[in-house]
């Protein structure tokens, strides 16, 4: 396949573009450190805490509004197998906002976002670390890094796609290209450079992909996709069909992809760097409108190649669905059924979408190992240069595994599904135990994440191709892989839940009457009280201490 040379020029144009704005936003940053009265590495990691309202709506969007987001909302439109219904993502990362603000607003702001911004957290996981100590805290760190990393991969893996269809260049050597100017500018200035850099790649998405959507429609190949939404022509109904016997995996996916949104890190750093509660109830429910709005393309691609007669295209025939190319069905259609300087806005259109929710990743996984286990466990006395110099490497590593990742990924809908059942299964509970029930101690916390991990194996994964060893009830065997069609992904969240806070109040009750030795307390219940008035008092920017696991300060 030969190489578009004008595609390419206009690919680089645009990467340069968002490495100068880059290089622009670090010079903001160098001169928000000065203003700083604390630690310089928070201007790195949460901006210095005074975000424009206008630059966190946008950068809020663009993290949620991935390339993965993009073409997995239009490969499962496309897929006759599933359709629009199926397409949980743009309704789930909506109402992911929704919820923050529903929470905010009706239940006085005392869901998720307001606890984290007003006490004044560097990262999610600081209540987890001052309440259960540092052993815990890292292990329930891993899921979050390892969905970072995976996240990061799966937009990758929707550009490496996309440019190799449209541009001819390998599908390696983009990824290899777009990872390294993203961890370029993120290394410039951090939270700074990311965000800025956001409001660029938002703008170019809104444009580029409606840009495309009449010269798809008005292709001759395509039909109407009023018709084609409920009869079948080319294949079947996009809108898709959900069988009662369905539902309740719907639901389970629906939940999934709604409550594992509010456990990303990329959101709390977002909400951290406002510079108040109010502005972060704004930005939540301004970004959820937005985020929603900016997945309707993706829908309609899907419709519109759903609805095409591909033997009348320059792509022919079998099908993209029967070539087993669903997954990159948003590039076949803007190379096949647009011109040639169209499908080039449109694959602007993803690589910004790429850049700005994998640079918010980065970032992410780098705050949390710096400053939670790096500066909090391993080396408490290390100097802001020094953490700012972890933030830059370990920035570089959880990239080049990214990179690694995109390169051997087949779909970007199943590996960002598999992001989020790490954070539903394990994290959703213990995020909901640390902030509103202060009974939760570490016994619960670690019995928890036990059972939400065993549970979730037990119960298998078709996208990983390993069997279930809990056939739940409606286990099926389809096309030689095994389907749960119980919501077994919401079960063992909910088991979860439980066994934190029952196992909590139990443990908490034998070591407050005496019915346990002192001794044997290695989380300090008896001693809760202290503790949680630390947790209340104390900013994590200056507490070098660990609360939960230490047993002279406890």
């Known amino acids: ?109 005392l869901f998720f976002a307001k606890p984290m911004r007003d006490k004044n957290y560097v990262t999610m996981m600081d209540p987890f670390q001052i309440r259960y100590g540092n052993t815990l805290m890292s292990l329930l760190s891993v899921p979050v890094l390892i969905a970072e990393v995976a996240w990061a991969a799966n937009i990758l893996a929707a550009l490496g796609g996309t440019i190799y269809v449209i541009l001819g260049i390998a599908s390696y050597q983009s990824i290899l290209m777009s990872g390294g ?7 410039l200035g951090g939270l700074y450079s990311v965000s800025y850099t956001d409001v660029i790649q938002l703008l170019f998405i809104f444009v580029s992909l409606w840009l495309c959507i009449p010269f798809l429609m008005l292709n001759p190949a395509s039909t109407d996709i009023i018709y084609t939404a409920v009869d079948e022509l080319y294949q079947a109904p996009w809108v898709g069909k959900l069988d009662l016997v369905d539902l309740w995996r719907w639901l389970d996916d629906l939940l999934l992809m709604v409550f594992s949104s509010v456990c990303y890190q990329d959101f709390y750093q977002r909400v951290l760097a406002t510079s108040s509660t109010a502005h972060a109830q704004k930005m939540c429910y301004a970004a959820a409108v937005f ?16 609805s095409t007669d591909w033997n009348q295209t320059s792509y022919g025939l079998p099908t993209p669905y029967e070539k087993g190319e669903a997954g990159i069905i948003l590039p076949i259609a803007l190379q096949h059924l647009c011109p040639v300087y169209i499908s080039i806005a449109g694959i602007g259109a993803i690589a910004a979408a790429v850049m700005s929710s994998m640079d918010s990743a980065l970032l992410a996984a780098g705050s949390m190992f710096a400053f939670n286990i790096y500066k909090n466990m391993l080396r408490k006395r290390a100097s802001d240069r020094e953490v700012l110099w972890v933030i830059k490497i370990s920035v570089i590593f959880f990239g080049v595994a990214a990179m690694g990742i995109a390169m051997i990924t087949t779909s970007m809908y199943g590996l960002g599904i598999i992001s989020g059942e790490l954070l539903y299964s394990i994290l959703f509970p213990q995020t909901v135990c640390i902030l509103f029930v202060p009974m939760s101690n570490g016994y619960g916390a670690s019995v928890g994440l036990v059972v939400g991990l065993t549970l ?21 065997l ?29 443990t908490s009750l034998l070591f407050k009457r005496g019915l346990l030795p002192k001794k044997w307390d290695i989380f300090y219940v008896s001693k809760k009280t202290d503790i949680i008035l630390k947790e209340t008092e104390l900013s994590p920017i200056n507490n070098e201490e660990d609360v939960g696991g230490n047993e002279n300060q406890a």
């Open 181 to 187: 100017v993203a961890i370029l500018y993120t290394l």
């Open 291 to 306: 985020c929603f709005f900016l997945g309707v393309p993706s829908m309609l691609i899907g419709a519109i190649a759903a």
């Open 1 to 109: 396949m030969a190489v578009n040379i004008p595609g390419l020029i206009a690919v680089i144009v645009f990467y340069i573009l968002i490495l100068a704005t880059g290089i622009w936003a670090s010079r903001k940053a160098k001169k928000e450190e000065k203003k700083c009265t604390g630690n310089k590495s928070e201007v790195s990691m949460v901006g210095g805490r005074n975000m424009n309202l206008w630059v966190g709506i946008f950068t809020t969007t663009a993290t949620w509004v991935g390339g993965g987001y993009i073409m997995g909302t239009a490969e499962v439109v496309y897929d006759p197998a599933m359709g629009l219904i199926w397409s949980t993502q743009p309704l789930a990362y909506a109402l992911s906002l929704f919820v923050e603000f529903f929470f905010f607003f009706i239940l006085g702001g």
């Open 456 to 476: 979730r194996l037990l119960g298998g994964d078709s996208f990983l191709n390993f069997p279930p060893v809990i056939p739940y009830p409606g286990c099926t």
């Open 478 to 506: 389809v096309d030689g892989v095994y389907v749960q069609l119980f919501p077994f992904k919401t079960l063992t969240m909910l088991l979860s839940l439980f066994s934190i806070i029952s196992v909590s109040y139990l």
